[in-house]
């Protein structure tokens, strides 16, 4: 019998233990996979964010290629529009937001003919440069004011 009351007992202790380690383990699991939504979640806003600032980049980069421009000083917004130009598709390429990278190719198709005029000191490429800024102050929900 004492076999018997001891095998009894070694399962009495093992489901307690058992029960004891579940009540513990099951609320921190419970935990940590909320954590662990929340901590997704987080990453795609910061994700996100770290798009809005570097689109923000660009804005102001193709402002100072439409100042160079409106200056006359082709030489100067030629070199300023490649770097906006190539930092527009390095962003297209790597932006987490379907809008920014719509806005982004769309801008990037002008890019041949805004070089040409520059080569040419042709001040055309002024009004390709205003539409591309209007296109990146929406896409960025700026406020934007109308062509003229």
Known sequence: ????????STAVIILVVGAVYLMGYWPERAKRIALEGEVATLRGQLD???A?????RLLGDLLVVIEATSALNYGQ?????S??????????????VASFKTTLEGI???RD??????TRGDAAALETLRSSERQLRE???YPVSPPS
């Open 139 to 141: 896409a960025l929900s």
């Open 83 to 96: 770097k906006f130009f190539d930092g527009a598709r390095l962003e297209a390429d790597r932006t987490p």
């Open 1 to 8: 019998m004492t076999v018997r009351r001891f095998l009894i």
């Open 48 to 50: 996100e964010a770290g």
């Open 113 to 118: 003919g805004v070089t040409a005029a520059l």
């Open 52 to 56: 809005r600032v570097r689109m923000g």
């Open 108 to 110: 990037l198709k002008n």
């Open 77 to 81: 917004a030629q070199g300023l529009s």
